[in-house]
């Protein structure tokens, strides 16, 4: 019996050798008392995809058994899994950590002085922000082993000069669903071939979060929780470098900082960023791979102007952001263009460049400190020079859309103060108490810049993605920028606690109940009101009414809710009431009489009653999955809406007469085939409204399913000769990667009601163009003829664009489609134009091919 145990330590301390020798450079040793992730999990790496769970409890297990681990979560997913973070230093830095953060944070002030010499650098680990890039969770596992339980000077050196966070998995639902899938389908033994269906994930994969959004766009817009947790952290810490790590197509190699030159790169952070860290970084990654024999490439691709990435983040914040990319096996083992690719190697590549960024952080402390420092010292020195010294924005109709963006402001920790006086610049007022001032002088000033300023000109032609994030016209708000001749009144500072909306206390209305639809909120208090049986109607024309004896004046869309037209008792809906207005935050008014001082009366033809959504939307194969998931997110997050998800697959056997609404976002619906165009066709001339998004726009027009045209594009009769080299940057720079443009909007039809500026910032990343309508009263959203307000777009296609159409309606039979050539719910954090789609889901029923106002039928 004691030899058996000898020969099975001994099995297993050669297997733990070898797992050691393959991962981690030669010629260290490692705390037998600290248990690898092999001896922890039962298996070695890159035998299986390691479970969230499991990942979260070998750090815990990290934590409890070294005094260089420290164990936290720092918020849970839309799944309830944990955020969590390990921190690594040495036990005497832990002891006073709490002085390390705050005197760290002080590089951020230029008033204070620090001493470098002696302040650790911060570093932050991040992994797998796609959740079906799986190598680097496993990656984070042995780099968080390798920190704590090396020994030698080095290690000692490092635990010292250094406090590290790992943060093992930054979208823990995506990779769980990823996860599983490769687990499930795993052969014995696995299989390469690239066909098998381990390496084809259903739909949507787990690249994406629980509502199938792309986390690694988040880091600026905030829509979702992992990344509110994320970035609350962040700002804990203000780490001096932070990794972003992912996965690639299977016959690619490895990729490390610097991106692109210049074009990839953000003009507001200082050069020092690209011009000397990154390339001072990517020696040690070079030599790391150079090591194991690993082929990479730099200076090409991807993309460093975007501040939303977790790789440009921390740039804009005086950090070293850091992007890595890795052949993925999408599985166990894949057949490459050369070798087949194992999980074990892509796990490898990314384990020996964690361990060269905290040698060449730690090996460059104080060059990152100081560049840190400098950072925010020439921030604040720019905004004190800038001829902008403030912002000034705010919808006074819309408080809550106002509030969202003041929130959205301090959760990137930019200063903001309340409006203490009314100012007017130009023709927009703007209302003491109901909007806010960014100033300048402050050090966050080129987050402000980020967030305001409107950028048309640029040194490159080809975007990654997205070619301008103009928060302000995102959330479509008055704002403008002010010089020192416009004097501003700055009241106090933006909390948590004052943007807390609170409504006017509720009388209880002997006839009724009016709700502004202007609101932002309003949409969440009529589905809550229909969700009670309430019975709710909405003006087709606008009116003035006597409000505790003002003149109060209600525009398009406003709430009807009578006191005698229900169901319910006068004090069931009162108590109602008052939970929908304290709720929302909104302001319920109470009328005495039907008789308005001015426009219509409340018992008008002209006032429509709202039938309750019943939504359906089409999901799966073919479709759009971020489309989709921005939808859903914005009627279950925004108006805690339930709705009916249906498989394409499956549409057969959806009884589509159950609904009062379809959504078809933008995708490929080959899949439902004829019978499914005649059942959606059948079922709009019946009454039914279908929302089409984007691409699937052209599908219905293709399918014959409505009676619109698509806008092409002019032929050209000759084609010049040019350059095969030239081919990616010729076609990229005629791609609509994402620009904003001004377009106008009709506030008096349905799907503009609650709307009071007809011009309406929109946000294009398609090239679907459609024919204005032959009906005068269904283009409901037409580009200007001077549209681009941000972002790149070739000038052939701003020729298309101009005084095109955005929203459209068609008639089909009783029924209609509602055409949204651009995508209303874009990235979850369009607020300017989520109104259009509440509007199409309430109001999409009301909506009459020949004019408005008449008596229901």
Same mark, same amino acid.
């Given at each position: 019996?004691?030899?058996?145990?000898?020969?099975?330590?001994? =099995?297993?301390?050669?297997?733990?050798?070898?797992?050691?020798?393959?991962?981690?450079?030669?010629?260290?040793?490692?705390?037998?008392?600290?248990?690898?992730?092999?001896?922890?999990?039962?298996?070695?790496?890159?035998?299986?995809?390691?479970?969230?769970?499991?990942?979260?409890?070998?750090?815990?297990?990290?934590?409890?058994?070294?005094?260089?681990?420290?164990?936290?979560?720092?918020?849970?997913?839309?799944?309830?899994?944990?955020?969590?973070?390990?921190?690594?230093?040495?036990?005497?830095?832990?002891?006073?950590?709490?002085?390390?953060?705050?005197?760290?944070?002080?590089?951020?002030?230029?008033?204070?002085?620090?001493?470098?010499?002696?302040?650790?650098?911060?570093?932050?680990?991040?992994?797998?922000?796609?959740?079906?890039?799986?190598?680097?969770?496993?990656?984070?596992?042995?780099? =968080?082993?390798?920190?704590?339980?090396?020994?030698?000077?080095?290690?000692?050196?490092?635990?010292?000069?250094?406090?590290?966070?790992?943060?093992?998995?930054?979208?823990?639902?995506?990779?769980?669903?990823?996860?599983?899938?490769?687990?499930?389908?795993?052969?014995?033994?696995?299989?390469?071939?690239?066909?098998?269906?381990?390496?084809?994930?259903?739909?949507?994969?787990?690249?994406?979060?629980?509502?199938?959004?792309?986390?690694?766009?988040?880091?600026?817009?905030?829509?979702?929780?992992?990344?509110?947790?994320?970035?609350?952290?962040?700002?804990?810490?203000?780490?001096?470098?932070?990794?972003?790590?992912?996965?690639?197509?299977?016959?690619?190699?490895?990729?490390?900082?610097?991106?692109?030159?210049?074009?990839?790169?953000?003009?507001?952070?200082?050069?020092?960023?690209?011009?000397?860290?990154?390339?001072?970084?990517?020696?040690?990654?070079?030599?790391?791979?150079?090591?194991?024999?690993?082929?990479?490439?730099?200076?090409?691709?991807?993309?460093?102007?975007?501040?939303?990435?977790?790789?440009?983040?921390?740039?804009?914040?005086?950090?070293?952001?850091?992007?890595?990319?890795?052949?993925?096996?999408?599985?166990?083992?894949?057949?490459?263009?050369?070798?087949?690719?194992?999980?074990?190697?892509?796990?490898?590549?990314?384990?020996?460049?964690?361990?060269?960024?905290?040698?060449?952080?730690?090996?460059?402390?104080?060059?990152?400190?100081?560049?840190?420092?400098?950072?925010?010292?020439?921030?604040?020195?720019?905004?004190?020079?800038? =001829?902008?010294?403030?912002?000034?924005?705010?919808?006074?109709?819309?408080?809550?859309?106002?509030?969202?963006?003041?929130?959205?402001?301090?959760?990137?920790?930019?200063?903001?103060?309340?409006?203490?006086?009314?100012?007017?610049?130009?023709?927009?007022?703007?209302?003491?108490?109901?909007?806010?001032?960014?100033?300048?002088?402050?050090?966050?000033?080129?987050?402000?810049?980020?967030?305001?300023?409107?950028?048309?000109?640029?040194?490159?032609?080809?975007?990654?993605?997205?070619?301008?994030?103009?928060?302000?016209?995102?959330?479509?708000?008055?704002?403008?920028?002010?010089?020192?001749?416009?004097?501003?009144?700055?009241?106090?500072?933006?909390?948590?606690?004052?943007?807390?909306?609170?409504?006017?206390?509720?009388?209880?209305?002997?006839?009724?109940?009016?709700?502004?639809?202007?609101?932002?909120?309003?949409?969440?208090?009529?589905?809550?009101?229909?969700?009670?049986?309430?019975?709710?109607?909405?003006?087709?024309?606008?009116?003035?009414?006597?409000?505790?004896?003002?003149?109060?004046?209600?525009?398009?869309?406003?709430?009807?809710?009578?006191?005698?037209?229900?169901?319910?008792?006068?004090?069931?809906?009162?108590?109602?009431?008052?939970?929908?207005?304290?709720?929302?935050?909104?302001?319920?008014?109470?009328?005495?009489?039907?008789?308005?001082?001015?426009?219509?009366?409340?018992?008008?033809?002209?006032?429509?009653?709202?039938?309750?959504?019943?939504?359906?939307?089409?999901?799966?194969?073919?479709?759009?999955?971020?489309?989709?998931?921005?939808?859903?997110?914005?009627?279950?997050?925004?108006?805690?809406?339930?709705?009916?998800?249906?498989?394409?697959?499956?549409?057969?056997?959806?009884?589509?007469?159950?609904?009062?609404?379809?959504?078809?976002?933008?995708?490929?619906?080959?899949?439902?085939?004829?019978?499914?165009?005649?059942?959606?066709?059948?079922?709009?001339?019946?009454?039914?409204?279908?929302?089409?998004?984007?691409?699937?726009?052209?599908?219905?027009?293709?399918?014959?399913?409505?009676?619109?045209?698509?806008?092409?594009?002019?032929?050209?009769?000759?084609?010049?000769?040019?350059?095969?080299?030239?081919?990616?940057?010729?076609?990229?720079?005629?791609?609509?990667?994402?620009?904003?443009?001004?377009?106008?909007?009709?506030?008096?039809?349905?799907?503009?009601?609650?709307?009071?500026?007809?011009?309406?910032?929109?946000?294009?990343?398609?090239?679907?163009?459609?024919?204005?309508?032959?009906?005068?009263?269904?283009?409901?959203?037409?580009?200007?003829?001077?549209?681009?307000?941000?972002?790149?777009?070739?000038?052939?296609?701003?020729?298309?664009?101009?005084?095109?159409?955005?929203?459209?309606?068609?008639?089909?039979?009783?029924?209609?489609?509602?055409?949204?050539?651009?995508?209303? =719910?874009?990235?979850?954090?369009?607020?300017?134009?989520?109104?259009?789609?509440?509007?199409?889901?309430?109001?999409?029923?009301?909506?009459?091919?020949?004019?408005?106002?008449?008596?229901?039928?």
């Amino acid at each position: 019996m004691k030899n058996l145990l000898l020969v099975l330590a001994f =099995a297993i301390s050669n297997t733990l050798f070898s797992q050691n020798s393959y991962f981690f450079p030669s010629g260290v040793s490692f705390d037998p008392a600290i248990p690898s992730p092999e001896q922890f999990l039962g298996y070695p790496i890159g035998e299986w995809h390691t479970r969230h769970d499991r990942i979260v409890s070998y750090f815990q297990e990290l934590a409890r058994v070294s005094p260089n681990a420290h164990f936290q979560i720092i918020g849970y997913t839309n799944e309830h899994r944990p955020q969590v973070v390990l921190t690594i230093t040495s036990p005497d830095n832990y002891s006073r950590i709490e002085e390390i953060r705050k005197e760290h944070l002080k590089l951020a002030d230029p008033k204070q002085s620090v001493n470098l010499k002696t302040m650790p650098v911060i570093i932050t680990h991040g992994y797998n922000v796609h959740g079906n890039e799986p190598s680097s969770s496993e990656a984070a596992m042995l780099t =968080a082993y390798y920190l704590v339980a090396l020994q030698g000077p080095e290690a000692e050196r490092t635990l010292r000069e250094a406090v590290i966070h790992i943060d093992p998995n930054y979208n823990p639902d995506g990779r769980d669903r990823h996860s599983n899938w490769a687990n499930m389908h795993k052969g014995f033994p696995p299989v390469s071939d690239p066909m098998d269906r381990e390496h084809n994930e259903v739909w949507p994969g787990g690249r994406f979060n629980h509502y199938w959004f792309d986390l690694n766009r988040d880091w600026l817009p905030l829509a979702h929780v992992e990344s509110r947790n994320r970035v609350e952290f962040f700002h804990q810490w203000l780490p001096n470098v932070c990794t972003d790590y992912h996965e690639m197509g299977t016959n690619a190699t490895n990729f490390f900082e610097p991106t692109k030159p210049y074009g990839s790169e953000n003009p507001v952070v200082p050069r020092a960023n690209y011009d000397v860290l990154n390339p001072l970084f990517a020696k040690y990654f070079a030599k790391a791979l150079d090591d194991i024999g690993s082929l990479y490439f730099s200076k090409e691709n991807f993309d460093n102007s975007y501040p939303g990435y977790g790789s440009t983040y921390p740039d804009i914040h005086g950090g070293l952001g850091l992007v890595f990319e890795q052949a993925s096996s999408r599985g166990h083992v894949q057949k490459s263009s050369t070798k087949e690719v194992t999980f074990a190697f892509t796990i490898r590549n990314h384990v020996r460049t964690s361990i060269a960024t905290v040698k060449a952080g730690v090996d460059n402390r104080e060059l990152l400190l100081k560049h840190q420092q400098d950072y925010f010292k020439t921030a604040l020195e720019e905004g004190r020079k800038s =001829a902008i010294k403030s912002y000034v924005f705010g919808e006074s109709k819309d408080q809550s859309r106002t509030r969202a963006f003041a929130d959205l402001l301090m959760k990137h920790r930019i200063e903001t103060y309340q409006l203490n006086a009314d100012v007017s610049v130009g023709a927009t007022r703007y209302d003491k108490g109901k909007a806010f001032i960014v100033p300048t002088d402050q050090i966050q000033y080129r987050m402000v810049r980020s967030l305001f300023e409107k950028v048309t000109s640029f040194h490159d032609s080809v975007f990654y993605d997205a070619s301008t994030w103009t928060m302000a016209l995102a959330y479509g708000l008055p704002h403008d920028a002010l010089t020192a001749t416009v004097k501003v009144s700055m009241g106090s500072r933006v909390t948590p606690e004052s943007l807390v909306p609170i409504p006017a206390p509720l009388e209880k209305a002997a006839y009724a109940y009016l709700i502004d639809w202007n609101e932002y909120q309003a949409a969440r208090a009529l589905h809550f009101l229909l969700s009670k049986n309430v019975f709710v109607k909405t003006a087709f024309k606008p009116f003035s009414a006597s409000i505790q004896g003002i003149n109060r004046k209600f525009g398009y869309g406003t709430l009807l809710i009578s006191v005698a037209d229900q169901s319910l008792s006068s004090d069931e809906l009162f108590s109602v009431m008052k939970e929908a207005s304290v709720s929302t935050g909104l302001d319920i008014h109470a009328v005495n009489t039907g008789f308005n001082l001015e426009g219509i009366d409340l018992g008008s033809n002209h006032i429509r009653t709202i039938q309750p959504p019943k939504v359906a939307m089409l999901v799966g194969d073919g479709v759009a999955a971020t489309d989709a998931g921005a939808v859903w997110f914005l009627l279950d997050s925004k108006l805690k809406m339930p709705i009916t998800k249906v498989n394409t697959t499956q549409f057969g056997q959806l009884r589509l007469s159950e609904y009062n609404t379809l959504i078809m976002v933008s995708g490929n619906y080959s899949v439902l085939g004829e019978s499914g165009v005649t059942k959606i066709k059948t079922w709009m001339q019946q009454g039914g409204t279908l929302l089409l998004v984007k691409n699937a726009v052209s599908w219905a027009i293709n399918n014959k399913l409505i009676e619109e045209q698509l806008r092409k594009e002019e032929e050209k009769n000759e084609v010049k000769r040019m350059d095969y080299v030239t081919a990616g940057d010729y076609q990229g720079s005629r791609a609509i990667g994402g620009s904003i443009y001004q377009t106008n909007l009709d506030i008096t039809h349905p799907l503009g009601f609650g709307y009071t500026n007809r011009e309406l910032p929109v946000y294009r990343n398609t090239t679907v163009f459609v024919e204005a309508s032959k009906s005068p009263f269904n283009t409901v959203i037409k580009y200007t003829g001077n549209p681009l307000l941000s972002g790149y777009i070739h000038p052939t296609n701003l020729g298309r664009i101009r005084n095109s159409v955005s929203l459209q309606v068609s008639a089909v039979g009783q029924g209609r489609a509602i055409l949204f050539i651009d995508d209303p =719910a874009f990235r979850g954090y369009w607020y300017g134009t989520n109104k259009l789609l509440f509007n199409a889901v309430f109001f999409g029923g009301l909506i009459s091919s020949g004019g408005f106002g008449g008596a229901e039928e």
